[in-house]
């Protein structure tokens, strides 16, 4: 799957040439995909009967970056962009590449988890390489500002559903690079730092020398 997203993004990035004029059939196909993959979620959890406030609710930080970049796509917005391109691109692939996933292949929660990872990193290529966005040193904080706002209404959520939604209230079960960063409540302070640091890595590409 990490093979399928470089693949992906690199087509999307050669060929945005010849695509320009079709552009807005991509930005629709990939909200229409994201779309999908969160309605085809729900009902799995209905016709399996697993639905459960508890942890199945659109409050991870990529289920919130998936609902941001389908606004963020239909709309064209840059403010949202600068916000998704660091939750979403720096969310999603660090699911990728440490999946908390009970589903191995071929289920079909596989196939979502990731194919719906892939349309969210792909959602903020789209509008750097097709709609010219570039986000900015000011961009990173107002990615911080939000990506804090979040947390602090899903906080309460947890507490009102007894769920861990963005692992805030305590460490996800499959081995992740929060086992790095210290006990509960600790690790989410570490978690912080760890956001800085990744959005000032994403970035890194766009940094221009002054003359």
Same mark, same amino acid.
């Given at each position: ?23 807005? $059939? ?8 994201? #779309?999908?993959?969160? +309605?085809?979620?729900? =009902?799995? @959890?209905? &016709? ?34 600068? $916000? ?8 999603? #692939?660090?699911?990728? +590449?440490?999946?908390? =996933?009970? @589903?191995? &292949?071929?289920h079909y929660r596989y196939f979502h ?25 000011k961009s990173i904080w107002k990615a911080f500002a939000g990506l804090n ?63």
């Amino acid at each position: 799957m990490l093979g399928l997203l470089i693949v992906l993004g690199v087509l999307l990035f050669l060929l945005r040439d010849r695509l320009t004029k079709r552009k807005s $059939v991509i930005r629709y196909t990939l909200a229409i995909v994201l #779309l999908a993959s969160e +309605l085809s979620l729900y =009902l799995w @959890y209905v &016709f399996t009967g697993v639905w459960d406030p508890v942890d199945s609710l659109p409050l991870q930080l990529c289920s919130i970056s998936l609902f941001l970049s389908i606004i963020m796509l239909l709309t064209r917005s840059y403010l949202l962009f600068e $916000v998704t391109y660091f939750l979403g691109i720096g969310g999603a #692939l660090q699911a990728m +590449l440490t999946p908390e =996933l009970a @589903y191995d &292949f071929p289920h079909y929660r596989y196939f979502h988890f990731f194919l719906a990872h892939i349309a969210i990193i792909l959602a903020s290529f789209y509008m750097i390489w097709y709609e010219n966005c570039r986000p900015t040193l000011k961009s990173i904080w107002k990615a911080f500002a939000g990506l804090n706002s979040i947390a602090l209404v899903v906080f309460f959520i947890n507490k009102a559903t007894g769920g861990n939604y963005m692992f805030l209230a305590h460490k996800p079960m499959n081995p992740s690079l929060i086992d790095l960063l210290g006990p509960y409540p600790w690790y989410i302070l570490s978690l912080e730092i760890v956001a800085l640091i990744m959005f000032f890595i994403l970035f890194l590409p766009f940094l221009r020398k002054k003359k």
